[in-house]
């Protein structure tokens, strides 16, 4: 089955620092990857979506300037938290569909990110 | 209305048993259907895609039902390892675009 890592998997930061979380497709390349956020006992909410060379879209609510996505090739997307603040605390979840099997509407997900900011 | 809602549950039921969760989606050019299941603080991850047909995978069955817009997972013999939330995916095809849409999901808790 296809798999995509994320790295960090946790992370605790001081309010004000920038947070870069890195979503790799390892055995498949990835020419969509999405970004969700997910907060306690809630369901998943999507961010934005990332096409491999373009700029990514953003969900209605989601701020761009604050939450910067690069998917710079068909196997890595980022997501940088820019002045992290308390309330950007929560469970950051890529995931990636495309590649090789370009019918195939599955999105494989990463293992998510636990963002802690003090 | 939500484009995909689904019973948050909680269902708990006995080890054994079977039980079904429905699904049901709002945009009729809803394209392709799955069955996610998410544990406690890990990501979802992918159960089963739902086809026309309905298809069956050991335990768990999925349907789908176009004309009224529903999807319905089946879990028979429930085990402990089930206990989980069952998380209803669509994906619509909009004029120029797809858009994956995630169900709130369902709380099934398996007791001994």
């Known amino acids: 089955g296809a798999v995509v890592s994320q790295h960090p998997s946790r992370v605790i930061c001081k309010s004000g620092t920038s947070v870069k979380i890195e979503c790799r497709s390892l055995d498949f390349q990835a020419t969509t990857m999405f970004w969700y956020r997910q907060f306690p006992k809630k369901s998943l909410m999507l961010m934005a979506t990332s096409n491999e060379g373009s700029k990514a879209t953003y969900e209605q609510g989601v701020e761009k300037d604050k939450f910067l996505i690069n998917h710079a090739s068909l196997t890595l997307s980022t997501l940088t938290v820019t002045s992290a603040h308390p309330e950007d605390s929560s469970f950051y979840i890529c995931?990636?569909?495309?590649?090789?099997?370009?019918?195939?509407?599955?999105?494989?997900f990463g293992p998510g990110t636990r963002l802690t900011v003090l | 209305r939500k484009e995909v809602e689904q019973d948050p549950g909680p269902f708990n039921v006995p080890e054994g048993a079977t039980v079904a969760f429905n699904c049901t989606y709002s945009?009729?050019?809803?394209?392709?259907f799955f069955w996610y299941r998410q544990d406690c603080r890990k990501e979802p991850k992918l159960l089963m895609s739902v086809y026309s047909s309905g298809n069956e995978d050991g335990r768990f069955t999925a349907q789908l039902n176009r004309a009224s817009q529903y999807i319905s997972l089946l879990i028979r013999d429930s085990k402990l390892s089930d206990s989980a939330t069952y998380l209803c995916v669509v994906n619509v095809m909009y004029s120029s675009a797809s858009k994956i849409i995630f169900g709130s999901g369902t709380r099934l808790s398996i007791r001994p």
């Open positions: 995931s990636a569909r495309g590649g090789g099997r370009s019918t195939d509407d599955t999105q494989y």
């Open positions: 945009n009729s050019a809803s394209q392709s």
